[in-house]
């Protein structure tokens, strides 16, 4: 296609929303009219179900849930009275919350204030918040934020070793619906002990945001937490960063919570349009679908051109993956549905794997995100009449182009600057873009059965290890670990069970092993 006639393809398909100034370009998707034609049955009923999902209808027949997360930046919305006094109450106690950590008023005993704020979570508990602190947290906020998102021993030590003294004024927020979460209780475990090494008080320090009647609100309110919010079970994990998730954290950081829900707010009504071209969110769903042709043929790689943004592609592997990565769709077909999602930023990745994008495998296609102001304040000329922003968006411009002459299709998504408003404009683009989606394919968005699959698997795993550890205990001597295997009525898990006991073994817990590595079967398992 010539020049000119891209120029006007550009036009035709170039969505801008006048309020927030953010462009979509989807001009470099090879769809033609035929396809658009042919989709738009689909979209009927796609712009239908996103309509009674927000209405209130059930969408996890898993778990007979409701999913609301619309609702949290427009209470209006929500289907009775009482929901929205509770999104709205949630709201005002968060701002009252932040603003006594802030001057003060709740601070950590014997001390002035609270300097630092550590997040315990996994997944879209921890995801989101990160995200948002990336993109958002100015250069010296009021509450500096440290993550564990991890049940890795070293990492959650990096992180404590790190705070240091500042423990002692660090406000802990653990977040998890459940309160049972592994790898979220296990880290609050290790935190909780550094904590009474210390001699601090971990409850004087430490607010929950975890579901109602929960595990870990029980704890709290037992220990006497400074505070607990709310973790609706009609707010899915992925799509919580506008929740007390994201909105607590975001605040204490200095954030501007409102600004986001605002955001998100004027993204929701754009993307309720009922026709293709006028919705952002569809015309992104709908390039899906072109490019993967319905089966997610192609993986999505999203290159920020903003180190503010550069967590952006962790945060939509999650929403992306674990909402579209599904096995059956709604009629119990096994489809094995999915879009895979990666990226870094620009122009990072232009030293990185842009090379194989330009000439390696096309099984791939790219959204650009490209943001408008270089910075606070005036650049200095690198060149004659070139700064520093200028390279970069030449790279962008360039790669954008490099990539569709080599047949490689993109999508460019454009925003004015990373404001609060912006990054809630984005998260609310994407969760009705993946809903959409969902829809065109025919497949549930809002369960999750391969994550709790891998959860039953891992609580078996660590039964096999106490099984195993009783067992050693029990023994008169040493023993092979087919012969443990058979005593424990485990021989058909006898790989697992090795690569438990070489774990015990590297860390001197319980038991010894010994013998060569290389002659498995002759390796002996004793009592430490």
């Known amino acids: 296609m010539d020049e000119i006639a891209l120029w006007q ?55 007979n849930r409701m999913v609301g997360h619309y609702w949290l930046r427009d209470p209006d919305r929500a289907p009775s009275p009482a929901l929205k006094q509770d999104i709205l109450s949630t709201i005002q106690d968060i701002k009252i919350f932040t603003e006594q950590v802030h001057t003060g008023k709740l601070c950590p005993p014997g001390q002035d204030k609270f300097t630092d704020l550590l997040c315990i979570g996994i997944g879209g508990s921890a995801l989101g918040p990160q995200f948002v602190s990336e993109a958002l947290t100015a250069d010296q906020p009021p509450l500096k934020a440290h993550f564990i998102d991890n049940t890795d021993p070293a990492g959650i030590d990096r992180i404590l070793h790190r705070l240091g003294d ?29 904590f009474n090494q210390l001699g601090l008080n971990f409850a004087k320090q430490a607010v929950a945001v975890t579901g109602i009647d929960s595990n870990l609100e029980k704890v709290a309110l037992q220990q006497g937490w400074l505070g607990t919010f709310p973790m609706h079970g009609w707010v899915g994990g992925r799509t919580s960063e506008l929740s007390s998730v994201g909105l607590l954290p975001a605040a204490l950081e200095g954030i501007d919570m409102i600004a986001i829900l605002n ?28 490019v993967g042709e319905g089966q997610g043929l192609k993986d999505m790689v999203l290159l920020p051109y903003k180190d503010s943004l550069a967590l952006f592609s962790r945060y939509l592997q999650q929403l992306v993956m674990e909402s579209l990565g599904k096995e059956q769709d709604l009629n119990g077909q096994v489809v094995n549905q999915g879009i895979a999602v990666y990226g870094n930023k620009g122009s990072t990745d232009q030293h990185a794997y842009v090379q194989q994008l330009r000439e390696g495998v096309n099984n791939f296609f790219v959204t650009f995100i490209e943001v408008l102001k270089d910075r606070e304040g005036d650049s200095i000329a ?52 993946v809903g959409l989606y969902a829809a065109l394919v025919n497949i549930n968005a809002y369960h999750q059965p391969g994550v709790e699959a891998g959860k039953k698997a891992a609580a078996g795993i660590l039964q096999l290890q106490t099984d195993a550890l009783d067992a050693v205990k029990a023994a008169s001597g040493a023993m092979t670990i087919a012969d443990l295997a058979a005593h424990i009525n485990a021989a058909a898990q006898i790989e697992t069970l090795y690569k438990i006991l070489r774990h015990l073994n590297a ?6 092993l010994s013998g060569t590595p290389t002659d498995l079967s002759h390796l002996q398992v004793e009592s430490r």
């Open 9 to 63: 393809r550009y036009q035709d398909w170039l969505y801008h929303h006048e309020e927030l100034n953010l462009y979509l370009d989807i001009s470099r998707i090879r769809f033609d009219a035929a396809f658009i034609q042919q989709i738009q049955p689909k979209f009927a009923a796609a712009f239908a179900a996103m309509t009674a999902l927000e209405q209130g209808a059930i969408a996890n027949p898993d778990e």
């Open 166 to 194: 500042r423990l002692a004024t660090t406000l802990v927020i653990v977040t998890s619906k459940s309160g049972g979460t592994p790898e979220t209780r296990n880290a609050m475990v290790e935190v909780q002990h550094r």
């Open 263 to 290: 955001g998100a707010k004027v993204m929701d009504a754009a993307t309720r349009v009922a026709e293709l071209r006028q919705n952002p969110a569809a015309m992104l769903a709908m390039s899906w679908y072109f």
């Open 382 to 433: 690198i060149d004659e009449g070139a700064t520093a922003g200028d390279f970069l968006c030449g790279f962008l411009l360039g790669t954008r182009q490099a990539l569709y002459d080599n047949q490689r299709d993109s999508i460019t998504i454009t925003v004015p600057q990373v404001t609060p408003e912006i990054v809630g404009a984005l998260i609310a683009l994407y969760e009705r873009a």
């Open 507 to 512: 860390n001197e817990r319980h038991i010894k």
